[in-house]
């Protein structure tokens, strides 16, 4: 996606964003702060939008979906606690911007998007031997891949499914958004016993993702 934004005038958004959104906000992680200020935003969004890219809200990308604003962007980075060489499966990659990142945090990323523009400008955007992308639904993640040692749900979701849970390594640590009627929060777990209980830390404004609905009367 196009920007008419200069590098200059991006870069110093991006300061912005660190000083104003992130740093003020639990988002303090050294590592999480360095990748966010050297990854350009606008290159994952609508043209029209550039000049908002960092601007702390949603940016619609169409086809129902949006990049999530900055702020849920980094909270779920530090609490997924990357470390370079890590193994991991990011759902609802749309145009990128969060598999740049996880490159940038040194991790081997298999990023999956099943709106086929999205994934088209994901590719176009980002040449990184890092990032392997993945064509396909998202609730069914990357299985021929599997196990990871982190997954990210990139979006809110009424329900995690067993087959996306499955693809978690024992130990693993996953991190999403669950919808819960009108509140959204942050939540995060880690796989023990082969199971993952998740729990809250953060009430946040999230973009929904599809194909996470939870069957009539089901409880999270």
């Given at each position: 996606?196009a920007?008419?934004?200069?590098?200059v005038?991006?870069a110093d958004?991006?300061?912005?964003?660190?000083d104003s959104?992130l740093?003020?906000?639990?988002?303090?992680d050294?590592a999480v702060?360095a990748a966010?200020?050297?990854t350009?935003?606008?290159?994952?969004?609508?043209?029209e939008?550039?000049s908002?890219?960092?601007?702390?809200?949603?940016?619609?990308?169409g086809?129902?979906?949006?990049?999530?604003a900055?702020?849920?962007?980094g909270?779920l980075l530090?609490?997924?606690?990357?470390r370079?060489g890590?193994r991991?499966?990011?759902?609802g990659?749309a145009t990128?911007?969060?598999a740049?990142?996880?490159a940038a945090?040194?991790a081997e990323?298999?990023?999956?998007?099943?709106q086929a523009?999205l994934?088209?400008?994901?590719?176009?955007?980002?040449?990184?031997?890092a990032?392997?992308?993945?064509?396909g639904p998202?609730?069914?993640?990357a299985?021929?891949a599997?196990p990871?040692?982190?997954?990210?749900?990139?979006?809110?979701?009424?329900?995690?499914?067993?087959?996306?849970?499955a693809?978690?390594?024992?130990?693993?640590?996953i991190?999403?958004a669950?919808r819960?009627?009108?509140?959204?929060?942050?939540?995060?777990?880690?796989k023990t016993?082969?199971?993952?209980?998740?729990?809250?830390?953060?009430?946040?404004?999230?973009a929904?993702?599809p194909?996470?609905?939870?069957?009539?009367?089901?409880?999270?």
């Open positions: 996606m920007t008419k934004l200069s590098e005038t991006a958004m991006r300061a912005a964003m660190i959104q740093r003020t906000n639990d988002v303090i050294p702060v966010m200020a050297a350009p935003r606008e290159p994952h969004v609508p043209a939008f550039a908002v890219a960092y601007m702390d809200r949603a940016i619609a990308l086809h129902g979906r949006a990049l999530n900055p702020l849920v962007t909270r530090v609490a997924a606690d990357i370079p890590a991991v499966l990011l759902v990659a990128g911007y969060t740049a990142l996880l945090l040194g990323v298999h990023a999956v998007e099943e523009e994934a088209a400008i994901a590719r176009a955007t980002l040449n990184n031997d990032i392997h992308w993945v064509e998202l609730n069914a993640g299985p021929g599997a990871f040692d982190r997954i990210i749900v990139e979006g809110a979701i009424e329900t995690l499914p067993d087959a996306l849970a693809q978690l390594a024992e130990g693993g640590h991190v999403a669950r819960d009627g009108a509140v959204t929060r942050l939540v995060q777990g880690v016993g082969g199971a993952v209980a998740l729990r809250s830390f953060a009430d946040m404004d999230v929904p993702l194909g996470f609905a939870a069957p009539a009367g089901f409880r999270f």
